[in-house]
């Protein structure tokens, strides 16, 4: 008897789990969307914040740690050609979350390629050095790098912000980031 008597509201409540209400499963997907847009977005900045790396790189006399220099001191000071890689932490701002690891490597020919192999991939940034007053007789050099860094498979993957620094502009004889622009572009 009591069976029989709970039949009609077991078959009302097979009905309900068989079709279930179009609003709640609206919300149901919602959720799930959003639930795996925040997990995706987590992974994202997750890879993204374990590259904290600036590399300053270019060919050798490029004025790279120099830059390193003034970037972390804000003065002037006589350097000389780097045969290794220094780096430091530097504070972007005043927050002290936006911390990032500046890295001079060496621009010597026999050495540029391996130290760029082994910071690569903590790369958040690139900042290519130009010599501005030497650009016109290295020009094919200066070219040959930066194509060798732009193709690098690392690279490409993790697609760091790239900033091609024009250095030594208060020289007279210095070429123009304009004209330094069209060059590598003509050479690329």
Do not use: W
């Given at each position: 008897?009591?069976?029989?008597?709970?039949?009609?509201?077991?078959?009302?409540?097979?009905?309900?789990?068989?079709?279930?209400?179009?609003?709640?499963?609206?919300?149901?997907?919602?959720?799930?969307?959003?639930?795996?847009?925040?997990?995706?977005w987590r992974?994202?900045?997750?890879?993204?914040?374990?590259?904290?790396?600036?590399?300053?790189?270019?060919?050798?006399?490029?004025?790279?740690?120099?830059?390193?220099?003034?970037?972390?001191?804000?003065?002037?000071?006589?350097?000389?050609?780097?045969?290794?890689?220094?780096?430091?932490?530097?504070?972007?701002?005043?927050?002290?979350?936006?911390?990032?690891?500046?890295?001079?490597?060496?621009?010597?020919?026999?050495?540029?390629?391996?130290?760029?192999?082994?910071?690569?991939?903590?790369?958040?940034?690139?900042?290519?050095?130009?010599?501005?007053?030497?650009?016109?007789?290295?020009?094919?050099?200066?070219?040959?790098?930066?194509?060798?860094?732009?193709?690098?498979?690392?690279?490409?993957?993790?697609?760091?912000?790239?900033?091609i620094a024009?250095?030594?502009?208060?020289?007279?004889?210095?070429?123009?980031?304009?004209?330094?622009?069209?060059?590598?572009?003509?050479?690329?």
């Open positions: 008897g009591m069976a029989g008597a709970l039949e009609p509201h077991m078959e009302t409540l097979r009905r309900e789990l068989r079709a279930p209400d179009p609003a709640v499963l609206s919300v149901l997907l919602a959720l799930i969307a959003v639930a795996i847009t925040i997990l995706l992974f994202v900045q997750g890879r993204r914040s374990g590259r904290r790396a600036v590399l300053l790189l270019g060919l050798c006399d490029a004025g790279k740690t120099l830059l390193f220099a003034r970037l972390l001191t804000g003065k002037y000071r006589d350097t000389q050609t780097s045969i290794t890689d220094s780096s430091a932490v530097y504070r972007v701002s005043s927050d002290k979350s936006t911390n990032v690891t500046l890295i001079d490597l060496p621009g010597h020919e026999s050495l540029r390629l391996q130290f760029l192999e082994r910071f690569k991939a903590a790369a958040r940034a690139i900042v290519f050095v130009v010599d501005s007053v030497a650009f016109q007789r290295e020009v094919k050099d200066v070219a040959e790098f930066l194509y060798q860094v732009l193709i690098d498979s690392t690279v490409l993957k993790n697609a760091p912000a790239l900033l024009c250095n030594k502009q208060d020289v007279t004889m210095a070429k123009s980031a304009k004209l330094i622009q069209q060059q590598l572009e003509k050479e690329l």
